[in-house]
């Protein structure tokens, strides 16, 4: 039998909320993804007053009870209103189901899979942004069917999952984030929900229920994690903090790009930077985030708040997603924009399926009815080693010039620069390789401030690969 590690969340009794029990506060079970995602789990749910509990889970196998592993109980000792519980020691790739049940008559039953363990195993997930609260509960909840019967292997949102915001008072927010449960409940008993906080979260708030009613990696702001080939970086998108995001989304961000056992890097959150019609994009987000998006290469930006439906033609090499109908009002989108490759505004999900190198999406309205079709393939120019560059230490940059202005040259040089190219430091020749990548190796220079920029220049012909305009870059590994 596996070991089982356990850990209890004491809700209190009291506080500025007044007793947990007198607001007859109810969380259904959530499964979510705080650790490895391809061997834990974190389950968690509320009741209103304090009581024992326990889980039954095992294999979800078909009905053979000679393959079916004998079920693994945790009980808990202690009677808390919040249970938490992390499950370990999973096996990967495996559906998993489980039984809740608790002192005061409480029974629950749902479902997870564990992440796979090679990159090369396919599996599916599902993009489900801008409930707010269930504002059209009978759309939320016709959306939310939709999205239980794809059973992907989990589910993504980029917030607005209640509406703490425009509550008019205490009652309102509680009842905001119990009709989110009432709304999604089919959904989270199916599987993990991996969501990032939304603008109506409050997740600004540091007493936002975002907080109590979510288990989520790190701060539960900004985190990273990681299924199959694709590396999620969730990053909170709270208006006018985009520049004080700047630095975790940079090193995350390189760390993603430049890592050979990452093949997609998607950044999720709420705030597009990139939208037309009733709600734009936010211009502190498109002014900080987009340039680094183009400069690690980025594979897909996946945001919400619009509550439209729009997906772009890339732009300077990066296709972005707004998705936003999963329950609030729906808005108006400028369909004849020159980079949006299709939009509309109807209530929908987005189901994407990973094969490796392959991403493709299927956008569906609630009936499961498909109005919008892409496919996607991973092109990462660019690898760096190490991927933060040691001052005084060699580094070595290798450059894949397929599907770029460089793909037929037969010289190739590096051209390295301090920080943003204020100085040019290197011009250095690169070599082929077998498999047609261009390499070169070099000792960092101790001159820059905080990181390498670079690009490619063809020196036969006076061809330049600069990534359009921004060039590369890679931040110095930190002395502190």
């Known amino acids: 039998m596996n070991t089982i590690r356990i850990v209890i969340l004491w809700a209190l009794a009291g506080g500025v909320c007044g007793p947990v029990g007198a607001r007859n506060w109810t969380a259904p079970v959530m499964a979510t993804w705080t650790d490895d995602p391809r061997t834990t789990v974190t389950l968690a749910w509320e009741r209103p007053a304090a009581a024992t509990a326990q889980v039954t889970y095992g294999v979800d196998e078909p009905a053979d009870d000679s393959r079916r592993p004998a079920f693994q109980t945790v009980v808990f000792t202690n009677a808390v209103p919040r249970h938490v519980v992390t499950l370990r020691d999973l096996t990967p790739g495996t559906h998993y189901r489980y039984t809740v049940s608790s002192s005061d008559g409480y029974e629950a039953t749902g479902r997870w899979w564990t992440a ?3 990159p090369e195993h396919p599996f599916s997930f599902v993009l489900l942004n801008d409930l ?23 589910v993504l949102s980029a917030g607005d999952l209640a509406d703490s915001r425009h509550a008019h008072d205490y009652a309102g927010v509680i009842r905001s984030w119990q009709l989110m ?3 999604l409940e089919d959904v989270f008993a199916a599987g993990v929900f991996q969501p990032v906080a939304g603008n109506h979260d409050e997740p600004e708030n540091p007493d936002s229920f975002w907080y109590r009613l979510l288990e989520l990696p790190g701060d ?3 985190y990273v994690f990681d299924v199959g080939p694709i590396r999620f ?3 909170d998108a709270t208006k006018n903090e985009a520049a004080s995001r700047m630095a975790w989304l940079a090193r995350e961000l390189q760390q993603a790009a430049y890592d050979p056992a990452v093949t997609w890097v998607i950044p999720t959150f709420h705030r597009p930077p990139y939208s037309w019609g009733e709600r734009g994009g936010d211009e502190d987000i498109r002014q900080w985030w987009t340039p680094l998006f183009t400069r690690y290469e980025v594979g897909l930006v996946i945001s919400g708040h619009a509550h439209t439906y729009q997906r772009t033609r890339p732009i300077e090499g990066v296709p972005y997603l707004v998705s936003g109908g999963s329950g609030g009002w729906l808005y108006a989108v400028d369909e004849q924009q020159p980079e949006i490759a299709f939009a509309t505004s109807v209530y ?3 189901e994407f399926r990973v094969e490796a190198e392959r991403l493709g999406l299927e956008a569906k309205g609630a009936d499961g009815t ?7 393939v991973a092109r990462h120019h660019v690898q760096v080693e190490p991927v933060f560059p040691v001052r005084g230490e060699n580094c070595t940059i290798r450059y894949d010039a397929r599907g770029g202005p460089l793909a037929d ?8 620069g301090r920080d943003d190219f204020t100085e040019a430091l290197l011009d250095v020749p690169m070599k082929r390789d077998a498999a047609g990548v261009w390499t070169a190796t070099f000792v960092v220079p101790e001159s820059p401030k905080w990181h390498l920029a670079f690009c490619f220049h063809d020196p036969q012909r006076e061809r330049w690969h600069n990534n359009y305009t921004y060039n590369w870059q890679a931040l110095v590994a930190r002395e502190w």
């Open 409 to 416: 040259a037969g010289q190739i040089h590096l051209h390295l």
């Open 220 to 222: 539960q702001r900004d």
């Open 233 to 235: 970086i969730m990053v």
């Open 348 to 350: 929908h999900f987005v």
């Open 181 to 183: 449960y009432e709304c």
């Open 132 to 154: 707010q609260g269930g504002l059209n509960a009978d759309a939320a909840k016709a959306v939310a069917a939709g999205v239980a019967a794809a059973q992907p292997t989990f």
């Open 116 to 118: 796979p363990a090679s």
């Open 370 to 376: 498909v109005f919008d079709r892409a496919s996607y």
